[in-house]
């Protein structure tokens, strides 16, 4: 009996460490990817295994980084600037020790750019990654794996009338993260949405060039956004060498799009 209880207490935190995507909702819907340009690519893979416990993984031409909830897609190409200044100005994770994190980093060589108390009372940190991505961590020793994706967070002067965008598109609920009250949820990713003084840019090119969600049944959800009138940038198609259904939006801010079908079998 010993070995099967064994088996049973370790199996979820197994399944925590090394499942990429979220279950997804009843529309078939979970949240994607964030893709970066990056210049180094061999640099960027090892800060993402050896600081963020990532794993890397390899179809056709695409290179991607596996996270609890997420992965991180990596572009080898010289980013036109870093994220700040763009709408899509920084993504999260969530940490068991956020100082054992920080320390690690510095002894690494890198800065960290700010620490303080976050929107849901917790210790937080951002961190700039090479070539411009601001990275924000936040702590929670209850976290059952060391890290874990958690949010993205647009800024934008028209930031409400873009969550509601994003609920109409996407079929979601605006539900407070903390004391930020303009968030929602997606599987796997919460989308939080604060307030600019000044315009902010589009993210194509940029450090963060676009963010992704996987559909269950894309062809049928891009019929559904033709319905609205949404326009695409890439219509839907299918990617032979790295096996997977996309489609290219933009959303009102600026910020790029794909829709994707079969990440969640990397």
Same mark, same amino acid.
């Given at each position: 009996?010993?070995?099967?209880?064994?088996?049973?207490?370790?199996?979820?935190?197994?399944?925590?460490?090394?499942?990429?995507?979220?279950?997804?909702?009843?529309?078939?819907?979970?949240?994607?990817?964030?893709?970066?340009?990056?210049?180094?690519?061999?640099?960027?893979?090892?800060?993402?295994?050896?600081?963020?416990?990532?794993?890397?993984?390899?179809?056709?031409?695409?290179?991607?980084?596996?996270?609890?909830?997420?992965?991180?897609?990596?572009?080898?190409?010289?980013?036109?600037?870093?994220?700040?200044?763009?709408?899509?100005?920084?993504?999260?994770?969530?940490?068991?020790?956020?100082?054992?994190?920080?320390?690690?980093?510095?002894?690494?060589?890198?800065?960290?750019?700010?620490?303080?108390?976050?929107?849901?009372?917790?210790?937080?940190?951002?961190?700039?990654?090479?070539?411009?991505?601001?990275?924000?961590?936040?702590?929670?020793?209850?976290?059952?794996?060391?890290?874990?994706?958690?949010?993205?967070?647009?800024?934008?002067?028209? #930031?409400?009338?873009? /969550?509601?965008?994003?609920?109409?598109? +996407?079929?979601? %609920?605006? =539900?407070?993260?903390?004391? &930020?009250?303009?968030?929602?949820?997606?599987?796997?990713?919460?989308?939080?949405?604060?307030?600019?003084?000044?315009?902010?840019?589009?993210?194509?090119?940029?450090?963060?060039?676009?963010?992704?969600?996987?559909?269950?049944?894309?062809?049928? #959800?891009?019929?559904? /956004?033709?319905?609205?009138?949404?326009? +695409?940038?890439? %219509?839907? =198609?299918?990617?032979?060498? &790295?096996?997977?259904?996309?489609?290219?939006?933009?959303?009102?801010?600026?910020?790029?799009?794909?829709?994707?079908?079969?990440?969640?079998?990397?």
């Amino acid at each position: 009996m010993k070995p099967f209880l064994i088996t049973i207490i370790l199996l979820p935190f197994f399944s925590a460490a090394h499942s990429q995507l979220a279950v997804p909702n009843e529309a078939g819907l979970a949240f994607g990817h964030v893709h970066l340009n990056v210049t180094d690519l061999e640099l960027h893979k090892k800060l993402w295994v050896d600081h963020f416990n990532g794993v890397v993984t390899q179809k056709g031409d695409l290179t991607a980084v596996r996270f609890p909830g997420f992965l991180v897609a990596l572009r080898e190409r010289e980013p036109t600037g870093g994220s700040v200044g763009t709408v899509m100005n920084h993504f999260g994770f969530k940490v068991r020790n956020l100082a054992k994190f920080l320390a690690n980093w510095r002894a690494a060589g890198y800065l960290v750019d700010r620490e303080f108390i976050g929107s849901e009372g917790q210790p937080n940190a951002y961190v700039t990654m090479p070539d411009g991505a601001w990275i924000e961590l936040q702590e929670d020793q209850m976290l059952p794996t060391e890290i874990s994706g958690y949010h993205i967070h647009f800024r934008t002067p028209e #930031f409400e009338d873009l /969550l509601d965008w994003y609920v109409d598109v +996407f079929g979601l %609920e605006i =539900r407070p993260r903390g004391s &930020i009250q303009t968030t929602t949820n997606v599987p796997g990713m919460n989308l939080s949405f604060g307030t600019e003084n000044e315009p902010m840019i589009g993210t194509s090119g940029r450090a963060i060039d676009h963010i992704g969600f996987e559909l269950d049944n894309l062809e049928a #959800f891009c019929q559904v /956004l033709a319905t609205k009138g949404i326009p +695409f940038d890439v %219509e839907y =198609r299918e990617v032979e060498n &790295i096996d997977l259904k996309i489609a290219f939006i933009t959303d009102p801010s600026g910020v790029s799009i794909e829709l994707t079908e079969g990440l969640d079998r990397y």
